[in-house]
């Protein structure tokens, strides 16, 4: 006899793990089953190690960097176990908050280890890690079974042996040289963070500019103030085959426009986007529709084609970030419990690169804005005015800023120190609908980064043609 829940959900993502909460504390009987870690990508092998790790490269940096603010230091040594281990602790104490609050603090949920698979629209069974298999049946399933990295077609790349960002977060040694192919964000933040760890990095990237969707002039500078740091890029690269040497070092052939280029490192880092994890569930036999890339597709309420049955997070594609599946469980939340309906198309996209200077992205972009055909006006500022910049030394980047005919922002793009910050301010304006004017005008203590959106408009000026 299969055990019978009100709710089922699949995955311990970002959306799942608060609607498990929510649903339980309104008094339904939900069980949550996950098959690797409590919390996800984000806490387990995405986001907060990153991060956490990030931290590190920058203290590293810091110790280089330390004669040119008058202190004397030796060169730093990273000692990459030390690292780990410290990572280790921070995102060990996330998932046991996780653990904690599934577990303990809301007895109205079951957690289940082991795979889900449908079995039919209303029923799952769970390959349990402990042995049997256990069949449930529900009125209402989430799935929230997130990505994993995508592995493109190189010849070799199985044969020559790769790491994907899991692995290499885990790795206690430093790499040499780490070739990294792609140069999304993840390429970038890895990039970076493993140059000034002190290993070589160079970057392969198939499009002819790092992050495909940003604009020119913000990627060219990326790349610039990155290069200036000792990262190498190769653009317009297609790899087509990788290899392993006798001595173990990993060659990358790739077809650029300058002709044919061998890449040698002794690392390989594969970072060219994510496949959902939407092919072992057996949605078949539920009749779940996916797109032709194995995403779910779901509605603007983030219902799929069968009733009762909803995709939350990264496996129903568009974006992915932590708080749109956050955002999602919102969604469905006030949908389920407070009769209230919100589109998950309509909602703002604001999103950071954590490199150094940071990228903080909100609204268009200038290209979108020619696509859209929006008439608008862009302001460009060198973070090397700022006050703040000068006195930190941290001088690169640039604000750039654009704003309707009606003088509200439509759109940044902040590659500055703190820039992800410095967006979520302008984001804050855009939401509040205040015009460019009130942040010119606006009183910011000094010397702050904000303080730099007094003058960020100054130099409003129609695009170039
Ligand atoms: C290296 C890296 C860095 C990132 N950095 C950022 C960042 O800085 N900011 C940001 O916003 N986003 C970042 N992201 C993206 C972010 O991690 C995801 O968008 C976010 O975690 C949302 O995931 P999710 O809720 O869709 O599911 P996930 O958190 O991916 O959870 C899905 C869970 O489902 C489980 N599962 C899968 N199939 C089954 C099954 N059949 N049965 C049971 N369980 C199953 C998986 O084990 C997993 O635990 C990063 C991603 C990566 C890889
Ligand atoms: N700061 C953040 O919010 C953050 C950080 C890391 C990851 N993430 C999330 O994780 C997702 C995955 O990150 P990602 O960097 O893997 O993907 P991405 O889509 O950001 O970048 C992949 C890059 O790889 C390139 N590429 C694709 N195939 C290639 C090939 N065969 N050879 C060389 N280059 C190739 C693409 O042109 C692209 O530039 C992101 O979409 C993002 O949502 C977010």
């Given amino acids: 006899m299969p055990d019978s829940y009100d709710v089922v959900i699949i995955g311990s993502g970002q959306a799942g793990n608060p609607l498990a909460t929510a649903l339980a504390d309104a008094g339904r009987r939900v069980v949550l089953i996950e098959e690797y870690l409590l919390g996800g990508s984000c806490i387990n092998y995405g986001c907060s190690p990153v991060k956490t790790m990030l931290a590190s490269a920058e203290r590293a940096h810091q110790v280089r960097t330390a004669v040119d603010f008058g202190v004397l230091a030796d060169a730093p040594r990273v000692d990459m176990a030390a690292v780990v281990a410290r990572k280790d602790v921070v995102i060990g ?236 469980y919102r969604i469905v939340r006030d949908a389920l419990l407070g009769g209230k309906s919100r589109s998950a198309r309509q909602r703002p996209l604001p999103y950071a690169v954590f490199t150094d200077p940071q990228l903080g992205r909100i609204g268009l972009s200038e290209a979108q804005a020619r696509e859209k055909k929006i008439a608008y006006r862009v302001a460009v500022m060198p973070v090397s005015n700022i006050g703040r910049a000068r006195e930190t030394g941290r001088l690169g980047g640039f604000f750039k800023v654009l704003v309707d005919a009606k003088d509200q922002i439509i759109g940044a793009a902040i590659l500055c120190a703190e820039g992800g910050e410095i967006m979520t301010m302008l984001q804050l304006a855009m939401t509040g609908r205040l015009k460019y004017q009130v942040l010119q005008q606006m009183i910011f203590a000094h010397p702050l980064w904000a303080e730099a959106l007094n003058n960020a408009f100054a130099k409003l000026k129609e695009p170039k043609k």
């Fill in 93 to 328: 104490a996330m998932r046991e908050g996780v653990r904690k609050n599934l577990t303990q603090e809301h007895p109205g949920i079951t957690v289940l280890a082991g795979r889900a698979v449908f079995t039919g629209p209303h029923s799952v069974r769970v390959a349990l890690e402990t042995g049997p298999e256990k069949e449930l049946t529900a009125p209402l399933i989430f799935i929230n079974t997130g990505t994993r990295a995508a592995i493109p077609e190189v010849d070799g790349l199985a044969e020559t042996g790769f790491l994907t960002t899991t692995e290499l977060l885990d790795l206690p040694e430093l790499p040499e040289h780490l070739l990294i192919l792609g140069g999304g964000y993840i390429g970038l933040e890895f990039g970076q963070m493993y140059r000034r760890f002190g290993s070589r990095v160079t970057i392969i990237e198939s499009g002819e500019q790092v992050l495909e969707h940003e604009d020119a002039d913000v990627c060219a500078t990326l790349q610039e103030l990155l290069e200036a740091e000792g990262v190498e890029f190769v653009l317009g690269a297609k790899a087509y085959r990788a290899s392993k040497g006798a001595g173990g070092q990993i060659t990358v052939a790739a077809r650029t426009s300058s002709g044919e280029r061998r890449l040698r490192g002794t690392h390989l880092l594969i970072a060219t986007g994510r496949t959902p994890n939407s092919d072992k569930l057996n949605l078949s036999a539920a009749g779940v529709r996916v797109d032709e890339q194995g995403y779910i597709q779901v509605n603007s309420r983030l219902q799929t084609n069968v009733r009762g049955i909803y995709a939350l997070g990264d496996v129903h594609g568009g974006p992915q970030f932590t708080h749109l599946s956050y955002d999602d």
